[in-house]
C-alpha cells in the first residue's frame, strides 16, 4: 500500500476513534442519570409501602377507638338493663345492645382487616429494602464503571488526537483536503475497502473492472464513482497449509 494511502486509512481509523470517544463521553452523563433514576424508582417503591403501611396503621388506630367506644355503650347497655321496670323498656335496651353488637362486630372486623394488611406491607417493605440495598450496590458499581469508561474514552481521545495531527502533518495538505470533503458528504467516512468481489463496501456499487484492478494495487488515491470515498483494498489472507504428517 502506498505511503499515502496508509496515512488516509489511518487518518480514518483515528476520526473513527475519535467519534467514538466523543460519543462514549457525551453518553455518560445521561448513563449516570438513568442510574440514578432506576435507583429513585426502587426507593419511590419503599417510600410508597411505607406511606401506605403508615395510613393502614392510622386506620386500624382509628377503628380500635371505635370498637372501644362500642364496648363501652356496651357495658354501659348491659349495667342500665338489670334497672329497666317494664318489658318495653327491656326491649328497646335489647335492640340497643343489638345494634352495639353489630356495630362492634363490623369495627372489629376491619380491626382485624388492618392487621393483615399490615402484615403484609411490612413484609412488602421488607422486600423491597432488600431489593433496594442490592439495586445500590449494582448502581454504585455501575457508576464507578462508568466514570473509568469515560476516563479511558478522555484519554483516547487525547491519544487519538495527537495522532491525527501527526498524520495529517504528514499528509499532502490537497490529500487533507480531499478527506475532508468526502468526510463532511459522506458522515465522517471518507475511506472505505473494495469487496474480493469487485464492490464499494460503503454504497454497494459494482466497480468498473480497470478501476477495480486498479484499486486492488493500493498504489493510488481512487475514488468510488459513486459515492465519491476513497477506495483501498484488504487482500485476502494467504491460505493455511495443511499440517504435514510423517509416517512412523
Do not use: W
Amino acid at each position: 500500500m502506498s505511503p499515502d494511502l496508509e496515512r488516509l486509512v489511518r487518518l480514518q481509523n483515528l476520526e473513527t476513534a475519535i467519534e467514538d470517544s466523543r460519543r462514549r463521553i457525551a453518553a455518560h452523563p445521561q448513563r449516570v442519570e438513568d442510574a440514578d433514576a432506576r435507583l429513585a424508582r426502587a426507593k419511590d417503591v419503599v417510600d410508597g409501602a411505607k406511606q401506605r403501611l403508615k395510613e393502614s396503621q392510622e386506620s386500624r388506630r382509628e377503628r380500635e377507638k371505635e370498637a372501644t367506644a362500642y364496648q363501652t355503650r356496651l357495658s354501659k347497655f348491659k349495667d342500665q338493663l338489670s334497672a329497666v321496670k317494664t318489658n318495653r323498656e327491656y326491649q328497646a335496651m335489647q335492640v340497643e345492645i343489638e345494634t352495639a353488637q353489630k356495630g362492634l362486630g363490623a369495627v372489629e372486623e376491619k380491626v382485624l382487616e388492618r392487621m393483615m394488611e399490615s402484615d403484609a406491607l411490612t413484609a412488602e417493605i421488607k422486600k423491597a429494602e432488600q431489593a433496594l440495598v442490592a439495586l445500590q450496590k449494582e448502581v454504585d458499581a455501575e457508576k464507578k464503571a462508568l466514570a473509568e469508561e469515560r476516563a479511558a474514552a478522555e484519554v483516547a481521545l487525547t491519544q487519538a488526537t495527537e495522532q491525527r495531527g501527526a498524520v495529517i502533518a504528514a499528509l499532502e495538505p490537497q490529500l487533507v483536503a480531499l478527506f475532508e470533503n468526502v468526510a463532511r458528504a459522506r458522515k465522517g467516512v471518507a475511506l472505505c475497502s473494495a469487496t474480493r468481489d469487485g464492490l464499494c463496501s460503503a454504497c454497494h456499487v459494482r466497480l468498473r473492472p480497470q478501476a477495480f484492478q486498479e484499486v486492488r494495487r493500493n498504489d493510488q488515491i481512487i475514488q468510488c464513482f459513486s459515492c465519491n470515498r476513497i477506495l483501498y483494498y484488504i487482500p485476502p489472507p494467504p491460505p493455511v497449509e495443511p499440517a504435514v504428517t510423517h509416517a512412523s
